[in-house]
Every structure is written in structure tokens, then in C-alpha cells.
């Protein structure tokens, strides 16, 4: 299983655009990537997935170079509704699905 | 109503207590979940199921057990509940046909043992 590595902490400000990088050395080739958002006291969100290059939906992008041993994940323009943990998960799905300690992203006004 | 329901939301216990946790779906999800969740910190998969007849160990599977009576339910089990077992309790679901499957969460059960 490809072990994730995130920062364990980022400050930002209402309105910047925020990028969190996961590392993710020994991904598999049928490995996805995958975002989720987790708010205090309740389950986790799915934001985005991707396998290779650059996803974007209406609430994030997500960025993977070409190698896939990073990937990350962009937030336009954030506000204080987007203060939470954010989690990168790889997998194929035919696994088990573990999450490392995530991301706490902190937006000031 | 949600998706995946978790019952109880909350639960106190004493230490010795067998305590089940229960989750239901209505998604149609052949793909169930156990997570664990401490505070401050991250999910950590207890157990996980396939389907019906498949049963898996998680990261942190001693002291627990789970039974999946049928594809919507799957049931989570504290035979003898200690107080470090104390934590909030996530069922997930995810469908088989898509591709690293998306996860859906419960609300939580929050379990706190005396």
C-alpha cells in the first residue's frame, strides 16, 4: 500500500489560493488519488480523484506530475468555511482504504 | 434521511461492556468501512468488508470484531470495552464498479467507556 506524507498544518487567509501537496513514493499503477475534507465531529468528504495530470471540479483542482508521486491539491480562493482537515488517500479500491493524519488547513480572516 | 445511518450516535459505557455499534446503507454499496477516529488525529481502519462472506482486518482490528449480516448492514462489536476504546466511530461505504471507489460516510458514533 502506498504510504502518504502531508504537512500536518497550513495557515491562510480568506480569498488566497491554497495548494497542499501529498507524497506518494511507491504508488501503484492502478492507484488513484484521492481528496477528502473532514469537518470537526463529522465524516470525511469526498472532494476530488484523479489518476493522472490535472482534474478540476467546481470546488478544487488537483495536480499530478507525470510521475504520480505527488500530487496536489488546489483550493480557489478559500474562505472561512474551508477551515477542516483535508486527507489524501491512494488506492485502487480493491484495498483497503487507510488514511494518513491529514492536513489541518486554518483560514484567517 | 442519511445514506449511511450509524447507530447509536452517542453511547457511555462502564469498562467490561460488550457494545455494538451498528451502520445500515441505503446505497446499494457491496464495500462497508470501520474507521476509528481519536481526537486530533486521523481515521484509522479498524475492519472492512467486500461483501456478505468477506471480512477483513484493518490497521487496528484487536479488540473489535464485525459482523456483516447482510449488504446493507455491518455491524461493529467492542466485546469487553476498555476506556482507551473511547473514540468517534465512522461507518463507510463504496461501490465496487467505480474506480478507487468513493468513500460515503456515516455521521458517527461517538463511544465513550468509564
Known amino acids: 500500500l502506498a504510504k502518504t506524507t502531508q504537512p500536518i498544518s497550513m495557515d491562510s487567509y480568506e480569498g488566497q489560493e491554497v495548494n497542499i501537496t501529498c507524497s506518494h513514493n511507491?504508488?501503484?499503477?492502478?492507484?488513484?488519488i484521492t481528496w477528502y475534507q473532514q469537518f470537526p465531529s463529522q465524516g470525511p468528504r469526498f472532494i476530488i480523484q484523479?489518476?493522472?495530470t490535472k482534474v478540476t471540479n467546481e470546488v478544487a483542482s488537483l495536480f499530478i506530475p507525470a510521475d504520480r508521486k505527488s500530487s496536489t491539491l488546489s483550493l480557489p480562493r478559500v474562505s472561512l468555511s474551508d477551515t477542516a482537515v483535508y486527507y489524501c488517500?491512494?488506492?485502487?479500491?480493491?484495498?483497503?482504504?487507510?488514511f494518513g493524519a491529514g492536513t489541518r488547513l486554518t483560514v484567517k480572516p | 434521511d442519511a445514506d449511511v445511518t450509524q447507530t447509536p450516535r452517542n453511547r457511555i459505557t462502564k469498562t467490561g461492556k460488550r457494545i455494538m455499534l451498528e451502520c445500515s446503507q441505503t446505497?446499494?454499496?457491496?464495500?462497508m468501512y470501520w474507521y476509528r477516529q481519536d481526537p486530533g488525529l486521523g481515521l484509522r481502519l479498524i475492519y472492512y468488508?467486500?461483501?456478505?462472506?468477506?471480512?477483513n482486518k484493518g490497521e487496528i482490528s484487536d479488540g473489535y470484531s464485525v459482523s456483516r449480516q447482510a449488504q446493507a448492514k455491518f455491524s461493529l462489536s467492542l466485546e469487553s470495552a476498555i476506556p482507551n476504546q473511547t473514540a468517534l466511530y465512522f461507518c463507510?461505504?463504496?461501490?465496487?464498479?467505480?474506480?478507487?471507489?468513493?468513500?460515503?460516510f456515516g455521521e458517527g458514533s461517538r463511544l465513550t467507556v468509564l
Open positions: 511507491n504508488i501503484a499503477t492502478n492507484d488513484y
Open positions: 488517500l491512494v488506492g485502487d479500491g480493491n484495498n483497503d482504504m487507510r
Open positions: 446505497k446499494g454499496h457491496d464495500r
Open positions: 484523479g489518476y493522472k
Open positions: 463507510a461505504t463504496s461501490d465496487l464498479n467505480r474506480d478507487a471507489g468513493e468513500l460515503f
Open positions: 468488508s467486500f461483501d456478505v462472506k468477506d471480512i
